[in-house]
């Protein structure tokens, strides 16, 4: 069974900073893409960063140039680096993996980022 442990969210005036990292265990046999997504009350889950295992990435257009993805493939961790933010990053944050050898993705159980004006 692969669990999702996500970790980092909190409460944080305009402006500042906080640091979202999931760090995935169980069997998993080859994780291709890792990233974050978000859903906002009353909206659908959107896509916020992406990490493939060659180091690509690819962002939101809202949060470029403020977010920062990255991932540490001994540790299966993935990191959300998130500066300059806005109250419309009020969020539940989740993260998801992507095992490509049985193409299934797995999603953590989602952890809340509030940002107050």
């Known amino acids: 069974q692969v669990q999702l442990v996500e970790s980092g969210g909190g409460l944080v005036q305009a402006g500042g900073s906080l640091r979202l990292s999931c760090a995935a265990s169980?069997?998993?046999?080859?994780?291709?893409?890792m990233g974050w997504y978000r859903q906002a009350p009353g909206k659908q889950r959107e896509l916020v960063a992406t990490i493939n295992s060659g180091g690509s990435t690819n962002y939101a257009d809202s949060v470029k140039g403020r977010f920062t993805i990255s991932r540490d493939d001994a540790k299966n961790t993935v990191i959300l680096q998130m500066n300059s933010l806005k109250p419309e990053d009020t969020a539940v944050y989740y993260c998801y993996v992507r095992d490509s050898v049985i193409l299934r993705d797995y999603w953590g159980q989602g952890t809340q980022v509030t940002v107050s004006s």
């Open positions: 169980g069997i998993i046999f080859r994780i291709n893409a």
